[in-house]
Each structure stands twice: as structure tokens, then as C-alpha cells.
């Protein structure tokens, strides 16, 4: 019963992975560009919502969970906008510098990004106010238990990371995204935006890291400016694992990386759960060098 | 008349030095106190100095020590080696016969070595580390107690007030939380306690739910967790969310009321927190004394616990001299290794000191959250 306890414990970590990894993946599909920001913005999600449910419980006077709508629309809107003015910034003048000058420079936002949380919020723990989050869970056979915020998590990350997939597989959109990712050039040939379709990349992968801080902070009730550090590298590990620029491979990424360092928690030691999760990725990639779901590179040449 | 000018000059300065150290040596007992008065320990550096002053006021006031009043000279150290090595220097010429001091462990070490050359009695208010009586130093030791007393502590609270007999104990790998760790550990297994868990967390960490299933499942009767108060939250937190019912009792790391705000009132409600007493609840007529006179001299009670061992420190000075009759650090030294046993302290009884200078016993209490999320005193704690 521990172990069915565990798998739930691991999918609802692995799904925030795989929700934050999202934004890694969308971004390195299109661009080829590894966006180290992205931890950054999502923990931004986290201290955004912090405030709008600050003021939203200051002025009802009492925390109700209705509140997470209107904060959630507003986080989304305003990571998904400083998504696309960084790229606007500090990437796009950058596209034909090389490989090495975006990276460096993705790596520059990001610190500008978390010195700008501690500086602002204060280096101490956030905790988001009382009676927001729903409490209580569902009882399950043998004293395994699943709490509400757990099922509305996994809902909300499944009903995210579908709607993405749609968009991308069945719209006019998203068929331009595909054709931007695998051809920049050939599609501008055929007539596609490509500085459009790249602004639209950077709005909905930070919108949906905004989302992913939101639900991540409301999840564990507080966080302080390393969040994005924290999340943002297991989530780009969960990308490489998955297939990066595969936006399923991602949603797998997350949900193995979680089970495996929750069983290696739970059954070995937390003191040894990034030892055995890295074997594990190691060994995948030496087998499968571009991920799980990542395409044939080899093919292509 | 004038070859009789340089004797007798020679005579007068001979004389007024004779007076000048009769003066000094007979008249007043002059004791030394070092601390941190500014730099980043300044707060706890000025309760040093209020809390000494206040008490050589009141002996004074009383008639001093056996007929000899205390004079009290106070230095800066800033907390920091160099300046305290300085000043320990300017103390010893001063022809103190003991000092109190200093704040922090690094402080006191260089100083320490210098008070040892110079035969100079010395005791800490409030340095820790294991290492400062490990030396040899005859003269030299504390009113406080070490870490280790913590971990000797929690395993008692547990066994007699929790009634506890199968254990778990976390720490976060941090020097000081897996060190507490041990000590409990070697403790609770001397008490004949079980240890049915031991293992540590990745402070980096925000999601402990792992671990958390491993320690709901292993049936113990109590969990101590030694690491810091953020970590601690979040542990209450998910282990009530995931309907466990683990016994907590927290370390003096864990003492911040920030981890009730992270756990939330209804998971840290009940759990037990380790450390130090704060000066108000010393529950001692001694205690109460110095916190009442503290107050109504410098208008708020001492709100940390090394301001009182600092007078603590001085009364041990005094009592010593009181008892032997003698300012000689030698003899002052020897009572207290060897003759000062069950005297009443401002901190709880003073049983003593071992061969090293450590005192005997400890100071720590155990509180618990109540209701509205203050951290209280346990009605029941375990015999010392």
C-alpha cells in the first residue's frame, strides 16, 4: 500500500515537472534555444499570486477558494506578456549571434529575474494566505490517501498540457509552430510569420509556466526565490529526458522523473535520490541519446 | 641641597607607586566583560553589558564582595577575532582577576589562549563549540551548555513525557542539524530507546511527501526533526495533508514562529519544539528576580537567553570569591572544578562543572503549540 501511496506522491511531483518542463520544450522546438529563464518566470507565477491573493483576501477580508480565477487570469497575462519582452530583449537581437550568446544571455535573465523577486518580496519564506486552498482528501483502501489539491492538481496539469497538444496538432497555429520548428527558413518562404509565431511560442510557454508557479505555490502553501532555481532545473532534465522540443516526451519526462526520485526517497533515502534519478537519466540518454520520445537527429541528415 | 634632589624624588615616586597599587589591589576587585557592543551581535553584546552592570550595582550597593567593591571594565570585540584578541590583551594589563566573555565561539577562542598565559579566571556566557574546552585551559569555562545537552534533552522528553519507546530522528545534512542528530541518536540508544528511523532531507527540497510515507508507515511513537524552521513547516504541512499522524518534536532550529505560518495552525497545533528557555520563562525565583530588576531598570525584560547567562556568569564570579575568601584565579578555579555543587542559578541550579570546564546538567525546555499558534511551556517536562 506504501508503494501505491508513493506512485501517487511521485506523479503529482513529476506532473509540476512536466507542466514547467512544457516551457523548455515549446521554446527549444521552435527556436533550437534552451530559455534558462523559464524557472524564473514560473517562480514569478508563484510571487504574483502571492500578491493578487493578497489583495483579493485583504479586500474580502477571508480567503475563499473562488479566488484562484481571477489571480490565475491575471498571472497568466502577465507572465505570458514579460515572456514575450524578454524575448523581444534580450533573445531576438540575439538570433543570429550563434548558439553561445543566447544561452548567456538567457542565463543573464534569469538572475535578473530572481534578484528582482528576492529584492522586491524579501529573501524570506512566502506563504500564501489561509483558507484559499481547499484541505481534506479522499481515503483510499488500505490508508492511502489522495488529497483534493493533489486531484485538482493533476486535473488542472492534464487539462493543460491537452489543451497545448490540441492547439499545436489540430490549429493553423500550432501547424505553423510545427512548421517553424522544423524549418525556420522554408516556412518564411511559404509565407508563415516567423517572428509572430515566435512571440506566440513565448506567450503561451510562460503563460503556462505562470500557471505551473501558481499552482506549484498554492500546492505547498509557500516557497521563497529559489523556486525557480529548484523546479527549473528538474523540469529542463524532465524536457532532455522526454525528447526536448517534444511536447508529450516532456509530459513523460516530468511524470518518470518524479516517480523515480519519489521511490528512491521513499525505499532508499532522500540523501540519495538525485544519485539514482541521474543514473537513471544517464543511462536513458547513452540508450537513447535524444529521449524517450525525442526524434532520429540522424535521420534527418 | 640639590644631591639630595633624585633620592628624594626617586623616594616620592617610589611611594606614590607603592599607593597606587595598594590603591587598585586592595581596594576593588576588578573583573573584565568582553562582548560584541556593535558590529552584527551588537543586541546581544549590549544585554551582556546591562545585565553585568545591573548586578555589580546591586553587590556593590550591598557592600561589595566581602568588604570590596567590584569594579567593572567592558570592552568592544565586535564579535570578531582580531579586535577580541586586542582587547583581551587590554583587560589582562589592566590586572583584572577575571573576565566574562566573549558573545560567539570565534571570539572567544583567540581570547581564551591569551586569559590561559596570563593565569586569568574566564567563563562564557554563550560560546558553544565543543573545541573551546577541549584545550586543556585550567581557568576556563562556561555557564551554558553544549549542543550536545540538546540531543541528551529531546531523547529524555521523549522516552519520559511522550512515553515514547520506538523513535525516529531527521536532520538536513547541515553541520549543526546532523550533529544534534547523533547526539540524540547515541542518547536515545543509551536510554535503551529504539531507533526505528534515521535519515535526512534535502533542504533544497520543497516536496518531503517520500519521505513522509516512509515515516508514517514505520509506526513510530515520536520524530525529531533537527533541522531549520522553514524545512519544519513544510514537513508538518504535508504530513497532515497526507493524513499521517506523526508525532513531531522540533530542535531550537525549528524555534520560529514562521513555521507555524508555513505548516499552518491546524498541522503545527500540538507539536513539541526543544530549546533554550526564553528569559521569562525560567522558572526559578532567581530567574524571575533578575528578569523583574532587568525591567524596571532598562524599561523591557531580556528577550535572549545569553543576557541572563551573563549575569550568571558574574554571579558564579562572585560566589566563588564569596566562598573562598580569595581573588587569586587558582583558587577561584579549583572551587569551581572541584567544591561549587547545587547552588541556585539565575539559570536553574548550577551543579557544576566537569574536568573540562563544561557545566553540568542543561537548560532546555520543552514547548508546545497551542492553539492559536504560540509557542508555549509543556506543562510536563522530563527530570534533569
Redesign the interface.
Known amino acids: 500500500m ?1 508503494f501505491i ?2 506512485l501517487i ?2 506523479v ?2 513529476g506532473s509540476f515537472y512536466a507542466l514547467v518542463a512544457l516551457g523548455y520544450t515549446m521554446v527549444y522546438g521552435v527556436l533550437k534555444m534552451i530559455n534558462f529563464a523559464h524557472g524564473d518566470l514560473f517562480m514569478w507565477g508563484a510571487y504574483l499570486g502571492l500578491t493578487g491573493m493578497t489583495l483579493l483576501v485583504g479586500w474580502a477580508t477571508q480567503g475563499s477558494a473562488w479566488m484562484i480565477a481571477p489571480v490565475a487570469i491575471l498571472v497568466i497575462l502577465v507572465v505570458a506578456l514579460t515572456g514575450v519582452l524578454v524575448e523581444r530583449v534580450a533573445y531576438r537581437p540575439l538570433r543570429s549571434a550563434g548558439r553561445l550568446a543566447p544561452i548567456i544571455s538567457a542565463l543573464g535573465v534569469a538572475f535578473i529575474l530572481e534578484s528582482l523577486a528576492r529584492n522586491l518580496y524579501g529573501a ?2 512566502q ?1 500564501y494566505p ?1 483558507g484559499v486552498t481547499p ?1 481534506g ?1 479522499l ?1 483510499l483502501s488500505g ?1 492511502v ?1 489522495i ?1 483534493i ?1 493533489q486531484i485538482a492538481v493533476l486535473i488542472a496539469s492534464f487539462v493543460l498540457m491537452g489543451a497545448l497538444y490540441l492547439f499545436v496538432q489540430r490549429t493553423r497555429l500550432g501547424m505553423a509552430m510545427r512548421a517553424v520548428s522544423l524549418d525556420a527558413n522554408v516556412s518564411r518562404l511559404m509565407g508563415v510569420d516567423v517572428d509572430r509565431i515566435i512571440s506566440v511560442v513565448f506567450l503561451i510557454g510562460p503563460g503556462l509556466g505562470g500557471a505551473a508557479g501558481l499552482i ?1 505555490a498554492l500546492y ?5 526565490f ?2 525557480g532555481w ?2 527549473g532545473l528538474k523540469a529542463f532534465i524532465a524536457a532532455i529526458l522526454g525528447g526536448i522540443g517534444n511536447i508529450p516526451g516532456a509530459m513523460l519526462g516530468g511524470m518518470l522523473l518524479g516517480v523515480v ?3 528512491a ?3 532508499i ?3 540519495w ?2 544519485v539514482i534519478a541521474y543514473i537513471v537519466l544517464i543511462l536513458i540518454l547513452l540508450f537513447r541519446p535524444t529521449g524517450l520520445l525525442g526524434e532520429r537527429i540522424a535521420e534527418k541528415v | 641641597m640639590k644631591k639630595f634632589a633624585l633620592p628624594l624624588l626617586a623616594l616620592i615616586l617610589t611611594l606614590t607607586l607603592f599607593t597606587a597599587c595598594g590603591g587598585s589591589g586592595g581596594g576593588t576587585i576588578k573583573i573584565g566583560l568582553q562582548g560584541p557592543m556593535t558590529g552584527d551581535y551588537a543586541y546581544e553584546g549590549k544585554g551582556f553589558e546591562n545585565a553585568v552592570k545591573m548586578l555589580v550595582e546591586q553587590t556593590n550597593a550591598a557592600g561589595g564582595i566581602n568588604g570590596k567593591k567590584v569594579e567593572l571594565i567592558v570592552e568592544d570585540d565586535a564579535g570578531d577575532p582580531t579586535q577580541s584578541a586586542l582587547v583581551a590583551q587590554r583587560l589582562v594589563d589592566a590586572k583584572v582577576i577575571a573576565v566574562i566573555g566573549a558573545y560567539n565561539s570565534t571570539a572567544t577562542e583567540p581570547a581564551s589562549a591569551i586569559y590561559n598565559e596570563a593565569g586569568i579566571l574566564h567563563i562564557t556566557p554563550s560560546s558553544t563549540a565543543v573545541r573551546l574546552t577541549t584545550k586543556g585551559y585550567p581557568r576556563f569555562f562556561r555557564v551554558c551548555f553544549l549542543d550536545d545537552r540538546q540531543g541528551l534533552f529531546a531523547a529524555k522528553f521523549m522516552q519520559q513525557v511522550m512515553g515514547a519507546k520506538n523513535i525516529g530522528i531527521l536532520h538536513d ?1 547541515s553541520t549543526y542539524a546532523q550533529g544534534l542528530a547523533e547526539e540524540t541518536k547515541k542518547y536515545a540508544e543509551e536510554m535503551g530507546l529504539t531507533i526505528g528511523f534515521y ?4 533542504p ?8 513522509l ?2 515515516i508514517g ?1 514505520a509506526n513510530l511513537d515520536a520524530v525529531f526533526f533537527t533541522g531549520y524552521h ?1 524545512q519544519a ?2 514537513l508538518l ?1 504535508q504530513s497532515k ?3 499521517l499522524n506523526i508525532k513531531w518534536v522540533g530542535g531550537n532550529a525549528a524555534n520560529n514562529p ?1 513555521m507555524v ?2 505548516a ?3 498541522a503545527a497545533r500540538g507539536m513539541y519544539v526543544i530549546t533554550e528557555p526564553l528569559p521569562k520563562d525560567l522558572n526559578y525565583a532567581e530567574a524571575k528576580q533578575f528578569v523583574a530588576d532587568y525591567k524596571a531598570k532598562y524599561g523591557e525584560e531580556p528577550a535572549s537567553v545569553w543576557t541572563i547567562m551573563a549575569g550568571e556568569a558574574f554571579n558564579v564570579i562572585r560566589y566563588a570569591i564569596e566562598q573562598t575568601k580569595s581573588t587569586d584565579p587558582k583558587v577561584l578555579a579549583e572551587y569551581l572544578h572541584n567544591t561549587m555543587k547545587n547552588v541556585n542559578g539565575l539559570t536553574g541550579p548550577i551543579l557544576g562543572w566537569d574536568e573540562k570546564g563544561d557545566r553540568r546538567g542543561t537548560i532546555h525546555v520543552a514547548y508546545v503549540i497551542d492553539d492559536k499558534g504560540n509557542f508555549v511551556l509543556n506543562s510536563v517536562q522530563p527530570t534533569p
Open positions: 506504501q501511496q508513493q506522491n511521485g503529482t511531483i524570506k519564506w506563504t489561509s484541505s482528501g481515503m490508508g490517501r488529497g489539491m506549484v505547498y502553501g509557500s516557497f521563497d529559489t523556486l529548484t523546479f526520485e519519489t521511490l526517497s521513499g525505499y533515502s532522500p540523501q535520490k538525485d | 545534512n535519515d535526512a532531507i534535502n533544497d527540497d520543497q516536496d518531503f511527501t517520500p519521505i510515507t516512509k508507515a522553514s513547516g513544510l504541512k495533508e497526507l493524513g514562521v505560518e508555513i499552518g495552525l491546524g
